[in-house]
Structures are given as structure tokens and as C-alpha cells.
């Protein structure tokens, strides 16, 4: 069973930093595609970040500037650098993988609070 571990959540200041974190179980390598989504309470999930299997990254409207996606095969593990927060980035933040076979997984869900 693969697997998808996030960490780094939390709760924060508007205009301060964090950083996410989400190790799969096996080896990043295998995941084409990997991503970060979020959930606001009412809302749908919705996209934040996709980075492709060669590193590019591109975000959604909202976080342009903010928000850095990264992965590093040889440490496994995906990062999402989130800077400049703002109190609606506050929702549970999820990664998402996608491996080679075309099979998606989820992370457990990560609560980033962000206070005025």
C-alpha cells in the first residue's frame, strides 16, 4: 500500500512562512507527477501547485509568487514553501502523486492556520 506522509502544518501569521512536507512510502521517483491541493472548510478542494516529473512547477492564480513547489528524488520527498501566507490560504493541504502506472494517491490532509 503506498503511501503519502505530510508534514509540517500548522498555524501561522498572515504575512509569515512555512513549509510543507510529504514522503511516500516508496520512491519518489516513481511518481510522475506530483502536486499540493487544498480545502478551505465549505469548499471544494482545489489545486495549488503541480510539479512534473522534471522539477517544473506551476501554480494556481491565487498563490503565484507565494508558494514554491519542489521535489527532491534523492531525499524523497516534495516540499511546498509557502511564503507571504494570507489568512485564505488557511485550509487542509494535501498531496497528491501520480505513479508511472496512472495511479493517484493522497496524503493524509495537513491544517495550515493562518491568524490576522
Known amino acids: 500500500q503506498v503511501q503519502l506522509v505530510e508534514s509540517g502544518g500548522g498555524l501561522v501569521q498572515a504575512g509569515g512562512s512555512l513549509r510543507l512536507s510529504c514522503v511516500p512510502s516508496g520512491s519518489l521517483s516513481t511518481f510522475v507527477n506530483l502536486g499540493w491541493y487544498r480545502q478551505a472548510p465549505g469548499k471544494e478542494r482545489e489545486f495549488v501547485a503541480f510539479i512534473s516529473s522534471s522539477g517544473t512547477a506551476n501554480y494556481a492564480e491565487a498563490v503565484v509568487g507565494r508558494f514554491f513547489g519542489s521535489r527532491d528524488n534523492s531525499k524523497n520527498i516534495l516540499l511546498l514553501q509557502m511564503n507571504d501566507v494570507k489568512v485564505e490560504d488557511t485550509a487542509v493541504y494535501y498531496c497528491?502523486?501520480?505513479?508511472?502506472?496512472?495511479?493517484?494517491?493522497w496524503g493524509q490532509g495537513n491544517q495550515v492556520t493562518v491568524s490576522s
Open positions: 497528491n502523486g501520480v505513479r508511472d502506472t496512472g495511479k493517484g494517491y
